[in-house]
């Protein structure tokens, strides 16, 4: 749905990264070179991010009547 | 009892302590994680949500949003027990928030938070809390106070509190044939060849994984460990500086070993 906040193994805050990672990614960087440049060093961290799928910009439309 | 620091940066520090007990640095560890209160947001009042999240997903995400703490100035989780968040500004900070979104997928991010205390405010301002689409509102108040690590994991101010022995490799040079093979298993790349010698670069990255010892055929490398010496590592959140953290663990073990002190000496006049 929407990024977590933080990792779920070892709790360090990782939301903050995923946009910078999602643009990167987008124009052809290796995600490999984007993780390590973001500074996450840990694989349960660079998990989160690598195995993200944003759904949320798809959902917003689907909501009860305003 | 002697402590270096190793490495440090703004969200890191490496401590080397010399001359102590492993009793001594796993307190120490174990206060950081549990123990060394910061603030966090703990209860949230929706005025208004319309967004596709329920109020307690997005309560959940802002309780996990680092804000930077100041321990003077707010009273702890014990003195506040019962306290009412909206009349006791000395144990709760307000920080609220009221958007409508003006068009579709607008992010809302940790940093349009409004904070009532200058100094409280979130540690990174571009953590996603919500996407509305047009028109949908959001509006809440949410109220944060100093708690420990115990009662739940959004106070503690560490992601990574370790220690670990140090390492001490012992080198026959009198058996090594300087073949290079433990130079190549090493996956840390602690040693290393030069001048007809085979040096350690650096120790303390060293894993005690053993790989040296064992594609060493003439045997002339021994790994072992210190039994005094210990490396401590924290990784901070951002609610405080790893610096500020260990010294705060520091006060509290001081604090608990007094009152224990005190436990003891009355229990010995009773006698």
């Not at chain 1, 949320?56 to 689907?62: D, E």
């Not at chain 2, 979130?122 to 809440?140: E, M, R, S, W």
Request: glycine content about 4%.
């Amino acid at each position: 749905m929407l990024i977590p906040v933080r990792c779920f193994t070892c709790g360090a805050v990782i939301g903050d990264k995923w946009e910078e990672f999602k643009k990167r990614v987008e124009q052809g960087e290796d995600p490999e070179k984007v993780l390590d440049d973001l500074g996450i060093k840990r694989y349960c961290c660079r998990r989160m991010l690598l195995s993200h799928i944003d759904l949320l910009p798809q959902v917003i439309k689907f909501t009860r009547p305003l | 009892m002697k402590t270096r620091i190793l490495e440090k940066d703004s969200k890191t520090i490496k401590l080397l302590i010399e001359d102590t007990s492993l009793a001594f640095v796993n307190a120490i560890r174990r206060l950081a994680i549990s123990d060394v209160p910061t603030l966090a947001i703990d209860e949230v009042a929706f005025l208004d949500n319309t967004s596709v999240l329920y109020d307690e997903i997005i309560a959940h995400r802002l309780g996990l949003i680092p804000l930077t703490t100041d321990l003077e100035h707010y009273k702890s989780s014990e003195e506040c027990e019962g306290a009412d968040p909206i009349t006791n500004p000395e144990c709760y900070v307000r920080l609220f928030l009221d958007v409508e979104a003006k068009e579709d997928g607008t992010v809302i991010y940790s940093g349009d938070l409004k904070s009532e205390d200058p100094a409280v405010k979130p540690v990174y301002d571009n953590i996603p809390i919500v996407v509305l689409a047009k028109g949908q509102k959001l509006t809440f108040e949410a109220y944060a106070r100093l708690g420990r690590g115990k009662e739940h994991i959004k106070w503690s101010p560490v992601t990574v509190s370790a220690h670990k022995y140090v390492p001490v490799l012992k080198i026959n040079f009198e058996k090594c044939d300087l073949c290079g093979k433990c130079v190549k298993a090493c996956p840390k790349d602690v040693l290393e060849i030069k001048n007809d010698k085979l040096i350690i670069k650096n120790i303390f990255s060293c894993t005690l994984c053993r790989a040296c010892e064992e594609v060493c055929e003439p045997q002339a490398i021994k790994v072992s460990w210190a039994e005094d010496s210990f490396i401590l590592t924290i990784e901070s959140t951002g609610a405080l500086p790893p610096e500020k953290i260990v010294y705060e663990a520091a006060k509290i073990l001081w604090k608990k070993a007094d009152e224990m002190e005190k436990l003891i000496e009355e229990l010995s006049e009773g006698e």
